[in-house]
């Protein structure tokens, strides 16, 4: 890993809330079902269906999803606020089981081919008026992305089956097909 690099292991989360303001943040099944066996909600009170037009995020990327209404992105439900589970202290209010891809960031890293770290990088998704003061293991930021792609390749694969089908259905036809 380059020299100029280590300086990000430092990175101290300021608590603004504007990455929980801001982006969509995308889930998976499994993030699903860990913050609904935390709320107790239904799926469809989790998640919401994204147009392209809402999101930046390119159509030759994973994760959209052919239904009858066109191509959509499955993410946390938002309010005019942001995410639903940002809480009045800008803090998450189901940290614990939050999914994976809010556990990685505000990293991004791209892993080589022999497990080795490419790239280390803070996203610049939103405007973060972050410290470096911190302390971040290399390690724990590597195994934050496994299991992110751990969780994320199984949906993908699931999407694929989803869209073998001839005929797409709706919101709710997808949540059932997810288990739901």
């Known amino acids: ?11 101290r989360c300021t608590c603004c809330g504007n990455c929980c303001r801001e982006p969509i943040v995308l889930v998976t099944d499994e993030d699903i079902r860990r913050v609904q066996a935390h709320t107790g909600q239904p799926a469809h009170e989790i998640v919401d269906f994204y147009k392209p037009r809402e999101i930046a995020w390119e159509k030759d990327q994973p994760g959209w999803i052919k239904l009858k ?5 499955m993410g946390l ?5 942001g995410c639903q589970y940002l809480g009045d202290d800008d803090l ?3 940290y614990e089981h939050r999914p994976v891809t809010c556990r990685r960031y505000p990293f991004d890293l791209e892993i080589a081919d022999d497990g080795n770290i490419e790239l280390l990088s803070i996203s610049q998704s939103v405007e973060c008026p972050y410290e470096l003061d911190g302390e971040n293991n290399l390690t724990e930021i590597k195994a934050m992305a496994d299991w992110e792609e751990k969780e994320e390749n199984p949906y993908f694969e699931k999407l694929e089956q989803w869209h073998e089908q001839k005929k797409p259905g ?3 036809k997808f949540l059932k097909f997810l288990g739901f």
């Open 1 to 11: 890993m380059a020299e100029s690099w280590k300086e990000l292991l430092n990175f």
């Open 69 to 73: 209404s066109g191509r959509r992105i």
């Open 77 to 81: 439900k938002r309010t005019e606020e």
């Open 92 to 94: 998450c209010s189901i």
């Open 170 to 172: 709706g919101k709710k």
